[in-house]
């Protein structure tokens, strides 16, 4: 079983969310993206209809996302889009792998 303190606090979604979630909890649609500040740099957030909290999206995430979307860029046209949650292992951080949410496309 999960944790419960890591899921207290925050807006956003970590990889040990993801982690925790039913693989139906993680097919989910793109409910919005919204532009929001997060350590004083404007991020896009992805938002999803089955979570309350966002996926700050990375240049990768970005990138998966304009792939799925077969290189439409203008997020608008991303809502309502299958999409899986899932954990990538090879994320790295400061160099090291840590690991981190990846997505892909949905059915």
């Not at 207290?8 to 970590?14: E, I």
């Not at 896009?44 to 799925?68: A, F, M, W």
């Not at 889009?81 to 090291?96: E, F, M, W």
Request: glycine residues 12%.
């Amino acid at each position: 079983m999960p944790l419960a303190s890591k899921f207290v606090g925050g807006r956003y979604m970590t990889k040990e969310m993801v982690e925790a979630m039913s693989d139906k909890e993680r097919a989910c649609k793109i409910d919005h993206i919204s532009v929001e500040a997060i350590t004083g740099v404007e991020k896009l957030v992805l938002y999803t209809d089955k979570h309350d909290v966002g996926l700050p999206l990375n240049t990768t995430r970005i990138e998966q996302l304009i792939e799925i979307h077969g290189g439409a860029e203008e997020t608008d046209d991303w809502r309502g889009t299958a999409i899986v949650l899932t954990v990538d292992p090879n994320v790295r951080y400061q160099g090291k792998r840590v690991g981190g949410v990846g997505i892909a496309a949905g059915k």
